[in-house]
């Protein structure tokens, strides 16, 4: 479990999916013992933090932590790790750009594919 410390500098309310709303203008909430959640940013999108556990993402060896934490945005992700108690601050400015940072732990910026197609059915000529 970690705690993500959530400052909302925004011209809008931010909305978790624990219903908790992050007051616009300057609004704050601590979100402690967290695990999966994900916030619905007015004209942004979703920010959706999952909850790893011990699951790693492959490709990423040096990370050597045993907990995990992926953040998805519609266009860049983050990837967290730590030991114990891991502590996560997401700060929404006032252009609605999410500014994501840790104390402690490891933090990097990682790339997933949003959607794959799987093609079948095509025979070839």
Not at 8 to 29: E, L, M, Q, R
Not at 100 to 106: H, K, M, V
Request: aromatic share 12%; charged share 20%.
């Amino acid at each position: 479990m970690y705690t993500l410390i959530f400052k909302n500098n925004y011209a809008w309310p931010i909305t978790a999916s624990d219903s908790t709303v992050i007051t616009k203008s300057g609004g704050a909430h601590t979100f402690d013992k967290q695990g999966s959640i994900y916030f619905d940013i007015p004209g942004m999108g979703y920010l959706n933090f999952i909850d790893l556990g011990e699951k790693k993402i492959s490709g990423y060896p040096n990370i050597s932590e045993t907990w995990g934490v992926l953040v998805r945005s519609t266009t860049t992700e983050g990837y967290y790790r730590y030991e114990g108690g891991g502590q996560l601050t997401l700060m929404v400015d006032e252009y609605g750009t999410s500014h994501l940072s840790t104390t402690n732990g490891t933090l990097v910026p990682v790339s997933l594919d949003e959607f794959e197609v799987l093609v079948t059915g095509i025979k070839k000529n």
